[in-house]
């Protein structure tokens, strides 16, 4: 998006179109990344509910993988994941590895 | 993950976030957690309002806006004020028949807009009846502006103005106890949460949003770079705070006040303040009694609720997957 010069601005610093913040990709702040193992996930969603970042994909109540566009890599799924016993079914790892 | 009230996480996750992705908190903070549960526990439409603070000034940078919902950020210390406007205006409106909706009003407000410099204008907006949920995101100290004391900052926490060193240990006064000043209002409905028990805290939306008046509600929102804590734990240590009994849940109907969560076994404080770096010095031999007073603040505090308690204990907020001991 390009900087609007002040003439531009709308009075009031008013925003008219809603959750245009989907526009700013915040996945460059990452330094490590969740990976989601599959088989060891039991459709739990607390990684879903906890996500600051609403950077988990939930397709019919199920979870579907990360949405890395917008995932910051804080790693509170991983330390909540249940997992399937003992075996997480997120783990973080290092970005860029 | 069924309940008795039928709140699933799977039937949650069907609805449309209010909050979106890209906006600029910080990596592992807690108050777009509540925010969106607090969102998700909604239903219709819902006009916000926002004391400054980190949750304003991240969500709606210039163009970009993370809200999905009519909003209004205003100044520090009037979110409770304007949102008290918004709110006669729709009366208005809906008495002279141009809108039919009804609509919900929530203001948030972070400790320090909300225990301090918004303290007059949500206590006026109290008294005066509004049809509004108030909910105050605490992190116990101004982090938007580099982790200065509030009166949410606990007692012993390091801050930049109460800083521990040579001259004082940490903060040297306790903090207020917000929740039970709202309560005084003599409102329908008050409330303490932590996004870590998910369902006591959408069940406890629930119910404020279907009261007519004022309510108040108070979320432990931790904050890793304020508490000197690791990105992942936000959840982890309100979970904490919840054990040690730090942060107690319950709520306030009509002047009765109910415990929803007592925790089978009570953690001891340390456990909370462990993880936290803003503790790290009372961990020093020369501040034991620190933890020895904190720990007698938490337990006065808890005993008083239970003594307050109306003993029906009926919610279980989640804690555990299911499968997972």
């Known amino acids: ?97 | 993950m069924a309940t008795p009230t039928g709140i699933t996480l799977k039937e949650l996750s069907k609805k449309e976030g209010l909050l979106t992705s890209g906006h600029r908190m910080c990596a592992g903070c807690g108050a777009p957690i509540i925010v969106k549960m607090v969102l998700l526990a909604a239903e219709g439409p819902i006009i916000a309002a926002n004391a400054t603070g980190c949750l304003e000034v991240s969500t709606c940078i210039s163009d970009y806006t993370a809200w999905k919902i009519p909003w209004i950020h205003n100044a520090f210390e009037n979110a409770a004020a304007t949102l008290s406007g918004v709110e006669t205006m729709y009366r208005s409106l809906k008495k002279q028949g141009k809108i039919s909706k009804d609509i919900k009003f929530i203001a948030f407000g972070g400790d320090g807009g909300t225990y301090d410099i918004g303290l007059q204008s949500l206590s006026g907006a109290m008294e005066r009846g509004h049809d509004m949920l108030y909910v105050c995101y605490d992190n116990g100290a101004y982090m938007n502006t580099g982790i200065q004391r509030s009166s949410a900052t606990p007692f012993g926490a390091d801050t930049t103005t109460c800083p521990a060193g040579s001259v004082i240990p940490g903060k040297t006064q306790n903090r207020k106890n917000l929740t039970k000043i709202m309560a005084a209002h003599n409102i329908p409905y008050a409330a303490q949460a932590s996004p870590s028990h998910w369902m006591d805290l959408v069940k406890k939306v629930k119910k404020a949003l279907s009261i007519t008046g004022p309510k108040f509600m108070n979320i432990l929102s931790p904050c890793n770079r304020g508490w000197r804590s690791r990105t992942d734990d936000a959840i982890m240590l309100s979970r904490l705070g919840v054990e040690t009994c730090y942060w107690p849940l319950y709520e306030i109907e009509d002047g009765a006040t109910k415990v929803t969560f007592k925790p089978k076994e009570k953690k001891p404080l340390v456990d909370f303040l462990k993880p936290q770096g803003r503790f790290k010095h009372l961990f020093a031999p020369e501040n034991e009694w620190m933890l020895k007073k904190f720990q007698e603040i938490v337990d006065k505090e808890w005993e008083s609720l239970l003594k307050s308690d109306s003993g029906r204990c009926d919610s279980k907020p989640s804690g555990k997957a299911p499968g997972a001991e």
């Open chain 1, 1 to 97: 998006m390009k900087l609007k010069g002040w003439k531009d601005v709308i009075p009031g610093a008013v925003c008219t179109e809603a959750g245009s913040a989907l526009k700013f990709k915040t996945g460059s702040w990452r330094a490590s990344r969740p990976k989601w193992i599959e088989d060891n996930c039991i459709q739990c969603l607390f990684c879903w509910i906890y996500c600051p970042d609403m950077a988990v994909n939930v397709k019919d109540g199920k979870m579907t993988g990360f949405n890395y566009d917008y995932c910051k890599g804080c790693g509170i799924c991983a330390l909540e994941c249940p997992g399937k016993k003992g075996n997480k079914a997120i783990v973080m790892e290092e970005e860029g590895k």
